[in-house]
């Protein structure tokens, strides 16, 4: 009722006319009518939301804009810059994505120059989201672009740590030696035109200057260096248990399954707001469709995937375990019941900022905030690694699973099987030598499933995944008297640490599969042979223990 009220305050609700005037409405009309109303006062306050939020764009003057608009649209259409010995990338990768950053990161620098000349120290753009008010003495005229000094460069690195700097040098450089090209060619023709170009020439790479380049320009203090964590698969349950019982969360369902379908495919975080229902594949009712041992299936193109070249492998796609199937299709269910059934099944937006509105994607990528909720209740890590705990930790934990899992049903798979499997849900390009790359053909799709079933295919509940390592090897069974260990149970841990050791040889051996530049070719052969020899050692007694 609240809502038909705010309706036909609106003036959305129609009435027939014998009935104008009064409070009575055509049931049936309005029943038919509800579904587009709901997206339609959606869409409008998703868009009212979105341009309420000031750029820092915006606040530049117009010739600042167009100068910045200019540079875009040749990048856009596939511009190279090429100016004294430097060119910019053939191709802007997720051209989307990619231009809006540029445009941002252009504006943002420019915005925080414009501050200090104007002698604003009060970092007020920094989170446009906060809504700060514009101060008055904010005057976007007193910077000429071109008239760019040394001393601009100074508002930039005082406010913005090293690798931000280093962000923003790159963006810089490349805008203005796209300038400087322009200009170099209008300024030929007159000596004097030369000469103001050369001056402006000589303060634009004075400025870049300023900035580091690298991260090795940087002092070790500048470095904001983040702690990775690798989660253990208990681990991974506990933090999808945290997530589901935040009480601060409005979607807790949908945050869960996120960190689930991140932990067992690899989703990246800043590919989940392009990710579709139709990505996945899907039976006749809309959800995802199952083999004979319960696996679904993810084919992420590479227009959304990073820098559009990780898509899914092109004959197996990305395989789902049996419980992200089911979690999946849970909060999918969830997503039909809330966008109605006017909304045709299996198309849209899998995460969505609205559930009514499936084709309304973010603009930018995913903010994971409940994430920042959840450090403190992370008690399995240490207090460092809760302050550096990210959603992409995810992604992290999932490759470290597969690779130190010793997979004991068939040895052979660990290994460079067990690499392969890797790279391949993880969409990496499998790192190989060029006669594997070249005279090699692929794991087949029966060694990617059983390296995939021995690691990730583990149920998503404590006490489920607990039997599941007891069974697999993985574990040892709780209930042990120290007091009546017998021979097997030491010759257990014996072979737990034999396996350990051959983890870290066969790793060796990976990272020795090319000849490194400090090595000599007979180092090189005298150490791969050595530790072949120490994994033929440890594989021969794991045999006969």
Known sequence: MTQLQLYKRRGLLPQPEHLKHTNLYD??????????????????????????????????????????????????????????????????????????????????????????????????????????????????????????????????????????????????????????????????????????????KRNIEKFLNQFPKREVDLKESEINRKIKTFLTREQMVLVKQLILEDIRSYNSIKYATMWQLASTTGVRPQEFHKLEISHFHLDCDGYLQTDNDGWGLLSLPAEIAKQERSPSHSIYHTPIPRDTVKQLNQYISRVYMRQGEHISRGKGYLFRKNDALPFYRYKKPIHFGFINRLRSRLDFIDDASKQDFIFKASRHSLNNTIMRTYINTDTSLNGSIKQTAADHQLRHKPAKSVGEEYYMADIGKEQYYQVLDATINFPWDLEELRKWEENMGYRIPEAINIEKITLNEVFDEETKELQEQLLVIEEQLQNLKEKPKSMTEQQWIASRQKLIKIKNSITFKLKGV
């Open 27 to 200: 049931e049936n009309e309005i029943i038919e009518l509800l579904p587009s109303l709901n997206v339609k006062t959606n869409e409008e306050f998703a868009e009212k939301t979105s341009d309420s939020i000031t750029s820092a764009y915006d606040l530049l003057n117009l010739n600042q804009q167009k100068k910045i608009s200019k540079y875009i649209d040749y990048r856009s259409k596939g511009g190279v810059v090429n100016y004294k010995g430097y060119t910019s990338k053939y191709q802007v990768a997720n051209k989307e994505e990619s231009l809006k950053v540029m445009k941002a990161k252009l504006s943002s620098a420019f915005v925080l120059i414009i501050s200090g000349r104007c002698g604003i120290e009060e970092d007020f753009h920094k989170n446009p989201l906060h809504k700060n008010k514009t101060p008055k003495t904010f005057n976007p005229d007193v910077l000429d672009l071109l008239s760019i000094r040394v001393e601009d460069s100074f508002y930039i690195t005082s406010k913005r740590k090293g690798k931000t700097q280093i962000n923003y040098y790159h963006h810089l450089k490349a805008f203005y030696y796209y300038l400087l090209d322009e200009l170099e060619e209008e300024a030929l023709d007159d000596p004097n035109d030369f000469r103001l170009f050369s001056k402006q």
